[in-house]
């Protein structure tokens, strides 16, 4: 892994486990609040459920380098299949018996680890769409599922409940570091 990465609460030994189930979870905004002009959105990320109590969490965030918009990949080993904060989920039943680590390879082998967000730090919800797409075109998840995650990622969650088209803003990758 390369610096797009932060491993600090990654147990490298769940590399080797097989992926019972994706979930793309998009987090609570509690007070529905956007960011000045900006509407309400939800953070999302990926939880590769390994057990029903296991789960490998990666979450593409922005924050790095001299503007913030730079991601960065933190992968952590967490003892949940995802977060009580979610306030919706796309479970995917994986095709095959990808592993962590060969999602993780796939992430690397397409470049998807060198992401910059939007000038409005917006675009983990287009990182995980593509993150899917790729898996979909390997066929380590069913036909369908990018379509799916599309879907899901289009809409802005309210909390407590109810839900609103919200235009997906789409980051870069480099290809280069």
């Given amino acids: 892994m390369d610096r797009n990465w932060d491993g600090d609460k990654f147990d490298p030994e769940d590399l080797k486990h097989t992926v ?4 793309l979870c998009a987090y609570i905004n ?3 609040e956007g ?3 900006e509407p309400p959105t939800n ?3 990926t939880f590769l459920e390994i057990s029903p109590t296991h789960s490998v969490m990666m979450d593409m965030a922005p924050g790095y380098g001299s503007d913030g918009l730079r991601g960065k990949i933190e992968l952590s080993t967490e003892r949940y299949k995802y977060p ?3 306030i919706h989920v796309v ?3 994986p095709a095959g018996k990808p ?5 993780v390879g796939l992430i690397n082998d397409n470049g998807l680890q060198k992401y910059t967000f ?3 730090w917006e675009g983990c919800r287009f990182w995980v769409f593509t993150v899917v797409s790729n898996l979909e075109k390997k066929g380590s998840v069913p036909p369908g599922s990018a379509e799916a995650t599309w879907k899901a990622v289009s809409y802005y969650y309210r909390n407590p409940s109810g839900h609103e088209p919200r235009i997906v803003r789409q980051g870069t990758f480099r290809s280069s570091e």
């Fill in 43 to 45: 953070h999302w990320a």
């Fill in 99 to 103: 592993t962590v680590q060969d999602i």
């Fill in 20 to 23: 019972q189930k994706v979930h």
């Fill in 84 to 86: 009580d904060d979610t």
């Fill in 91 to 93: 479970s995917l039943e």
């Fill in 118 to 120: 939007t000038p409005e």
């Fill in 30 to 32: 509690e007070h529905n």
């Fill in 35 to 37: 960011d000045g002009e």
